[in-house]
């Protein structure tokens, strides 16, 4: 006899930790969350330049140039500044996505003052040195290349270029291209870091054993001479490409398995759907309980894992099913996908997989902030987006007020069957008739470059 699976208990309350927002006299944001508990504090930069500031034929810019900010500052050349990070006992990383850029940094609270010092000559003073833009310029190269033998990124590099548009920014890898990062130069790099590095486009986020008023003299001493203006508009990044399903096959011959992804262009992070996807999306593919999990994996057999996903960007970033199949159940595990999507779209969901969703997303979310870095790195969310306050707080009781009818809205609102397209990574001798015969869309066969084959 089969036990009943044991009912969720009541949520535990949670507070999000106390912070609070300030402005230094030149316009740079700083907010402060005080955590006590123990004598760590993380130091967190968020600049407004993020990879949809590059320029077309500068697609990688942006990732080039927050790597260069730890290459040498304030007079230090790169293992200079390595050397001084490391006497701080910490490691520092500066970064890139599609939205920010990032600097952060985790030391001792007693260290405070020549943590924010240091930071303060990365962001305001970095050296910029040609020789390392070459270098990181050979770095993403070489990682360009393992990328063509790597199924998993070549398939969603595939699936960026057929759901949007040629020309938006969206369509081409965060990271650029090898013609667009061969074309970098360190002109380029001291142009963007110009024109986007300011006081006015960036927001120092302190978390960790300090106390407000504390910080923010530290601040306005340390950060109080920095000047200038940001340059340059951003392009709409997520022009989606025309509707209708196509099917994109890169050929990898002799592949023993098939790299699936199955997406459209989703939505903006702020969204007001927001909350009924992300419930929607966990019940569809977003946990391991999910419809297009269970199909593939449990029903079936295809795989040992699907999932799928809202990639949430300023801008409307991509959705997308996932998984990896044997050759010979290609078509078969695509039809699977199509089915789950459909379906999710016909009818309410039962009481008992909402209650499962909202139960983990409301049960896992309070661990989620546990270290300082974690807790800055949702706070630089709540800039980067525009939420309001008390957002974190209420996160919990927004996933618990979704219904079955708003999921089946959301739903039928923001999965788009007839805008789906479908790629595959695998070998084409093998998957492409059986592809065809579905009579799903057009099929498209392509090498590793995304040049056509006949």
């Not at 001792?108 to 390392?132: I, K």
């Not at 300023?314 to 050759?327: C, D, I, K, L």
Request: some cysteine.
């Amino acid at each position: 006899m089969t036990a009943a699976r044991p009912l969720p208990g009541e949520s535990r309350p949670y507070a999000f930790p106390r912070f609070e927002r300030r402005t230094l006299s030149n316009g740079l944001g700083l907010v402060i969350a005080p955590l006590p508990k123990l004598p760590v504090v993380t130091l967190l930069a968020l600049a407004d330049a993020g990879a949809v500031t590059d320029r077309p034929g500068e697609e990688g810019l942006a990732v080039l140039t927050a790597r260069m900010l730890s290459e040498g500052a304030g007079g230090r050349d790169g293992t200079a500044l390595t050397e001084d990070v490391e006497r701080l006992g910490t490691a520092i990383d500066a970064s890139a996505d599609w939205d920010a850029a990032l600097v952060r940094l985790t030391v001792l609270s007693s260290r405070l003052p020549e943590a924010m010092a240091l930071l303060a000559d990365v962001l305001m003073a970095p050296a910029l040195p040609a020789r390392e833009v070459e270098r990181l310029k050979a770095e993403r190269l070489a990682e360009l290349l393992q990328l063509r033998a790597e199924p998993r990124g070549l398939a969603d590099e595939t699936l960026d270029r057929a759901v949007y548009a040629a020309g938006a920014r969206y369509a081409l890898p965060v990271g650029g291209t090898e013609h667009s990062v061969s074309s970098l130069t360190p002109e380029a790099v001291a142009g963007c870091y110009a024109a986007r590095y300011h006081p006015g486009a960036v927001t120092l986020v302190v978390a960790g054993d300090a106390e407000t008023a504390a910080v923010e003299r530290l601040a306005e001493t340390t950060f109080g001479t920095w000047r200038g203006v940001t340059r340059g508009e951003i392009a709409n990044p997520d022009r989606r490409t025309p509707d209708g399903r196509r099917v994109h096959v890169v050929t990898k011959p002799g592949a023993p398995q098939s790299e699936l992804r199955i997406g459209h262009v989703g939505i903006p992070r702020t969204h007001p759907d927001y909350f009924p996807v992300v419930v929607m999306n966990a019940i569809l593919g977003g946990v391991f309980s999910s419809r297009i999990n269970l199909n593939l994996r449990e029903v079936h057999g295809y795989t040992y894992g699907a999932h799928s996903g809202f990639d949430w960007r300023r801008w409307a970033g991509p959705f997308a099913a996932e998984t990896a199949v044997q050759q010979d159940v290609t078509a078969d595990a695509v039809r699977e996908v199509l089915f789950e999507i459909d379906r999710m779209r016909e009818t309410p969901v039962a009481p008992s997989e909402l209650s499962l969703a909202t139960s983990y997303l409301d049960g896992v979310f309070p661990i989620r902030f546990e270290t300082t870095d974690a807790v800055a790195t949702a706070l630089a969310n709540l800039v980067l987006y525009g939420l309001p306050g008390d957002y974190y707080d209420s996160y919990r009781a927004n996933v618990r007020a979704v219904t079955a009818d708003r999921v089946l809205g959301a739903a039928r609102a923001h999965l788009h069957p007839d805008r789906l397209q479908l790629v595959v990574v695998g070998d084409a001798d093998r998957v492409r008739a059986p592809l065809e015969r579905m009579a799903i869309g057009p099929v498209t066969v392509a090498d590793d470059r995304g040049e056509p084959i006949a």
